[in-house]
C-alpha cells in the first residue's frame, strides 16, 4: 500500500473530529511530500534537530506537532517550527517554553504529557501530579502557551484491556483537569499509535499519532 492509501484508509476510519498526526520522524523529506501531496497537514516529529532541518524545506501550510521529549537546550530550536508541543513534561519546560515564545513574539500550543504506562522510562506527569500543579495555579497566567489538552502513551504490551484501562484513566483525567482549567481552549485527548489507535479512538482521542502504519517501518 502507498503512503496516500494508508492515509485515507485511516482516516476513512477516523470519526468526526478525530484528527490524523503523520508521525514522520527517521523518514526523509520526499515521503513527507508524499503523504503532503495525499492531503496530510499535521505531522509529528520526536527530535529537535531533525524538526528543524526537514521543516524548512515542506510547504508552510504543515501544521508541525512536536512529540518527543524535550531538552530545555532544544527548546529554541523547536520554538519557530512547533504549531503545538504535545509533550510537556514538566511545569519548568513549561516555563521554558513560555518565556521563548514570548522572545519571538509567537503563540504556541502545548498539550500536558500524562505518565500512565507501566514503563518508567516514558516521560510526563503522573495523575496525581498533574492535579497538583493545576490546583495550585501553575497553569493559569501564562502569556505565549495556550495548554490545550493532554497527550499520553499506553504501556507496550499485547494486553488490550490493559491499554484500554490506561486510556480510560486518560480520559478521566482531561475530564478533571478541563473543569479545574476552566478554558475553551483546553480540547485535545493525543492517544493512539499505530498498533492501539482504535482503542484510543473509542475512549476519547482527538488526535492519534501514526507513524509505521502510514509509513512503514522507521530505518534507525
Ligand atoms: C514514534 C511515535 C509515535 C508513532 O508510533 P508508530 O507505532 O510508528 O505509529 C507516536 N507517538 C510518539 C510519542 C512517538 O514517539
Known amino acids: 500500500m502507498s503512503i496516500a492509501q494508508?492515509?485515507?484508509?485511516?482516516?476513512?476510519?477516523?470519526?468526526?473530529?478525530?484528527?490524523?498526526v503523520a508521525v514522520s520522524k527517521f523518514h526523509p523529506v520526499e515521503r513527507l511530500q508524499e503523504a503532503y501531496n495525499a492531503g496530510q497537514r499535521i505531522f509529528g516529529e520526536n527530535r529537535a534537530q531533525e524538526l528543524a532541518a526537514k521543516a524548512p524545506q515542506l510547504p508552510t501550510d504543515i501544521e508541525w506537532h512536536f512529540i518527543g521529549h524535550l531538552q530545555k537546550n532544544k527548546v529554541r530550536m523547536?520554538?519557530?517550527?512547533?504549531?503545538?508541543i504535545q509533550s510537556i513534561d514538566s511545569i519548568e519546560l513549561l516555563q521554558l517554553?513560555?518565556?521563548?515564545?514570548?522572545?519571538?513574539?509567537?503563540?504556541?500550543?502545548?498539550?500536558?504529557?500524562?505518565?500512565?504506562?507501566?514503563?518508567?522510562?516514558?516521560?510526563g506527569f503522573t495523575v496525581d501530579e498533574?492535579?497538583?500543579?493545576?490546583?495550585?495555579?501553575?497553569?493559569n497566567n501564562l502569556s505565549n502557551v495556550i495548554i490545550a489538552g493532554v497527550m499520553a502513551m499506553a504501556t507496550f504490551t499485547d494486553d488490550m484491556q490493559q491499554v484500554a484501562?490506561?486510556?480510560?484513566?486518560?480520559?478521566k483525567t482531561f475530564l478533571t483537569l478541563r473543569d479545574k482549567l476552566n478554558s475553551e481552549a483546553f480540547t485535545q485527548i493525543s492517544m493512539g499509535m499505530s498498533d492501539d489507535w482504535h482503542i484510543a479512538v473509542q475512549h476519547g482521542a482527538t488526535l492519534v499519532r501514526i507513524g509505521t502504519d502510514i509509513f512503514g517501518q522507521r530505518e534507525y
Open 97 to 123: 517554553v513560555n518565556k521563548e515564545a514570548a522572545r519571538i513574539n509567537r503563540h504556541i500550543k502545548v498539550l500536558l504529557q500524562l505518565h500512565i504506562a507501566k514503563e518508567q522510562t516514558k516521560s
Open 130 to 139: 498533574v492535579l497538583k500543579v493545576a490546583n495550585e495555579g501553575s497553569f
Open 78 to 84: 523547536v520554538i519557530p517550527w512547533a504549531s503545538t
Open 6 to 20: 494508508n492515509i485515507q484508509r485511516i482516516t476513512a476510519q477516523l470519526p468526526e473530529g478525530v484528527k490524523l
Open 165 to 171: 484501562s490506561e486510556f480510560e484513566l486518560v480520559h
